[in-house]
């Protein structure tokens, strides 16, 4: 069945630090994959995305990249911020639009 | 506020009684998703529809399970016979086909519910 793989399931990282977080699926069909990020008690909320026609997307201090080959995509966040500290939650839709959600990866900034 | 809205926020029922939610996309807003989240775990796909069209369903999802959005517009959500393992937030999010980035879903504040 469909799968979404994340991990580090835990980041730590210094203020100014870059941090990467990796994740896998299983569809091949997947064409559309999401990054949220979710602080505590409160809603997930898109911070960026990016499209099976697409290999790499910017914004700012947050970068997607996507290997469809390999089913891979990664979300890197740079010079970090004790505000970026949250889990974030990467995602994958299926061509039907069910999204299947990864685990979850703790980040904590350490200023 | 022209967000996602969902009620109730919280809901403490007891063990084999019935619970029933109720999101409110934002308006226009033509695809309509519930998802399940428990402590430390992403968002659990449950269904979703395309206007009232319920297009998929989980295979997670037992029959106490079922959803229902007959105008196109709000959706509801009820759980027959809670069980202890039903308590999770459940979460409701939006989008608009056919405009823009249509793949981005908005979520709600979601659902805590609590089965003693």
């Known amino acids: 069945g469909e799968n979404v793989e994340q991990h580090p399931s835990t980041l730590s990282v210094q203020e100014g630090d870059s941090a990467v977080i990796k994740c896998t699926y299983s569809?091949?069909?997947?064409?559309?994959f999401p990054w949220y990020k979710q602080e505590l008690g409160k809603r997930p909320q898109l911070i960026i995305d990016?499209?099976?026609?697409?290999g790499e997307k910017k914004d700012q201090r947050i970068a997607v990249t996507l290997n469809k080959t390999a089913k891979h995509f990664s979300l890197h966040i740079t010079e970090t911020q004790p505000e970026d500290s949250a889990v974030y939650f990467c995602?994958?839709?299926?061509?039907?639009?069910?999204?299947?959600f990864g685990a979850g990866t703790r980040l904590f900034v350490k200023a | 506020d022209t967000g996602v809205s969902q009620d109730p926020r919280h809901k403490i029922t007891k063990r084999g009684q019935n619970v029933t939610f109720r999101c409110d996309p934002i308006?226009?807003?033509?695809?309509l998703y519930w998802y399940r989240q428990t402590l430390g775990q992403g968002p659990e796909f449950l269904t979703y529809?395309?206007?009232?069209?319920?297009?998929?369903k989980s295979r997670l999802l037992s029959d106490r399970f079922s959803a229902e959005r007959p105008k196109g517009s709000f959706s509801t959500l009820e759980i027959q016979r809670t069980e202890q393992g039903d308590s999770a937030m459940y979460l409701c999010?939006?989008?608009?086909?056919?405009?823009?980035?249509?793949?981005?879903?908005?979520f709600g504040p979601g659902t805590r519910l609590t089965v003693t």
């Open positions: 999010a939006s989008s608009l086909a056919g405009r823009g980035n249509d793949y981005e879903q908005y």
């Open positions: 569809d091949s069909a997947s064409n559309y």
């Open positions: 990016i499209r099976s026609n697409v």
């Open positions: 995602a994958a839709m299926t061509g039907g639009f069910k999204t299947i």
């Open positions: 308006s226009e807003h033509n695809r």
């Open positions: 529809f395309q206007n009232e069209a319920q297009l998929e």
